[in-house]
């Protein structure tokens, strides 16, 4: 069961480096309990996850497998499914890393009010004249 653990770990240290993200116990757990709509999970259990002590029930799972744009099934067991048909997700710039992210995911969570006073302060903030 540990070698399970160590290449789920490994995986999801891939998947969420590959996505844009540190692939860092605070980062994940900041990410997945401000998606997960269950109780949230501790910093350790997240840290489990990364070092190979745990593995995420299948509800947790599914979460963790959205926010990175994988597979749940390959992010588990590390074969992609042949049975689910998925739209693929274009990767983020380069130079996107996990604290744009995080903004960009806070943005995405605001009003619609609020998002256009940020709109307009970031297109004042650009202006160059």
């Known amino acids: 069961m540990g070698n399970e653990r160590e290449k789920f ?9 590959q996505a844009g993200y ?12 401000s998606h997960y709509r269950g109780r949230s999970v501790t910093f350790q ?3 489990r996850w990364l070092r190979a002590g745990a593995i995420p029930a299948q509800d947790k799972l599914q979460v963790i497998a959205d926010l ?3 597979e749940p099934h390959a992010l588990r067991f ?6 689910r048909v998925a739209e693929t997700r274009s990767p983020w710039p380069s130079g996107v890393g996990s604290r744009e992210r995080q903004v960009i995911d806070t943005f995405l969570k605001l009003s619609p009010k609020k998002r256009d006073l940020v709109g307009d302060l970031v297109r004042a903030l650009s202006d160059n004249s």
């Open 68 to 70: 990175l744009g994988v």
């Open 9 to 17: 770990s490994q995986r999801l240290a891939n998947a969420m480096q």
């Open 22 to 33: 540190e692939a860092r116990p605070k980062v994940l757990f900041h990410l997945f309990n």
């Open 78 to 83: 590390g074969s992609p499914s042949r049975s």
């Open 45 to 47: 259990t997240v840290s």
